[in-house]
């Protein structure tokens, strides 16, 4: 059973800049998922995924997000969610709260393994640590 705890404002407000990047920036067949990381200093960094013909190299909306971040000096995470734009021809008619791939997974605990995530539990908007999402975690000898 996930260990979960209920948002606060500022997981909102984070939502709320994933839900912004995409709608900006929704391009059918290219990008349709946003993302935004906050940082421990409380900026926050948004971005869209960056699909490819050949799906394997598509680049994740939380890579994007974390990228930026990351190209900006900023190296310690505190929550991060992505979110999904409704294609037109879909019956949502707003973005929803997506839960990372396990890629993202793997990323996200790689480079902040004290990091939140948002997701969509039992129904509800939650947040967890990234490594309620991947228990027993890969380690290397860097860590």
């Not at 606060?8 to 994933?18: P, R």
């Not at 391009?27 to 946003?34: F, L, Q, S, T, V």
């Not at 929803?96 to 539990?121: F, H, N, Q």
Request: proline residues 3%; aromatic residues 6%; glycine residues 6%.
């Amino acid at each position: 059973m996930l260990k979960v705890k209920p948002l606060e404002a500022q997981d909102y407000q984070l939502i709320n800049e994933a839900e912004k990047v995409i709608e900006r920036n929704y391009r059918y067949g290219r990008h349709h998922i946003g993302a935004a990381v906050r940082t421990k200093s409380g900026q926050i960094y948004s971005a869209v995924h960056v699909e490819a013909n050949v799906g394997r190299i598509t680049v994740c909306g939380e890579a994007m997000a974390m990228g930026k971040a990351i190209s900006e000096g900023e190296h310690d995470f505190e929550t991060i969610v992505a979110v999904a734009h409704p294609h037109h021809d879909d019956e949502k008619e707003k973005c929803w709260v997506v839960a990372p791939c396990g890629m993202c997974r793997e990323l996200i605990s790689d480079y902040g393994k004290d990091t939140e995530v948002i997701l969509t539990y039992n129904g509800e908007l939650v947040k967890c640590h990234v490594l309620e999402l991947l228990p027993e975690k890969y380690r290397s000898e860097f860590e």
